[in-house]
């Protein structure tokens, strides 16, 4: 599975809300998903509205949009200053991500030490805020960003919705191996 589709599941999940989900082959797209989709960008939430239908991509985007959606479990926090602060954690997040990606075809020393220094930052900020939690004593926005690149909590792999959506490492592996070769179908 596509980690960053994983995250938007986490969220529809934690969310409980109604959803399908489809499985594609980026190499054969469908028409009907070229026409809905022209920037070919994944995961894809469409929304049905009154006027016809209306669709988000980028993770991050879909996930804050859920979460505004659907207000049962709140999982951004309710300080705009922690929030904000959340904010640029996941944007930090998602750089290590792409630096993490770029270290597999370069310098691999260069690149996990970057990765290393980048995670300390989180341990820390997890500390500060002495909860087992970033989102305080249940998994919030900044947690389920994160999960599934960083099986970083015994507690996460507690949670009714990480449960239900669990991805093995080895998954995860063959997912970054084969979508480097693209001989592997994504979740949208």
């Known amino acids: 599975m596509n980690p960053y589709g994983h995250r938007v599941l986490l969220i529809l999940e934690a969310k409980k809300a109604k959803y399908e989900v489809y499985k594609l082959d980026p190499l054969r797209l469908p028409e009907w998903f070229r026409n809905k989709n022209p920037r070919l960008k994944i995961p894809v939430l469409e929304i049905p509205t009154d006027h016809g239908d209306k669709y988000l991509f980028e993770s991050v985007v ?82 389920y960003m994160i999960w599934p690149w960083a099986d970083w909590s015994d507690q996460m792999q507690l949670d009714e919705v990480v449960k239900k959506h669990a991805i093995s490492p080895q998954e995860y592996f063959d997912y970054y191996k084969n979508a480097r070769t693209h001989s592997m179908g994504y979740y949208l």
């Open 62 to 143: 879909i996930c804050d949009y859920l979460d505004e959606k659907y207000t049962r479990n709140q999982l951004h926090s309710r300080d705009p200053y922690v929030k904000a602060q959340d904010r640029l954690l996941i944007e930090r997040f998602n750089e290590l991500i792409k630096g993490s990606l770029e270290c597999f075809d370069t310098n691999f020393a260069f690149g996990s030490e970057q990765i290393i220094q980048t995670l300390d930052i989180f341990e820390k900020e997890l500390t500060l805020r002495g909860t087992n939690y970033f989102g305080g004593h249940r998994p919030g926005m900044l947690d």
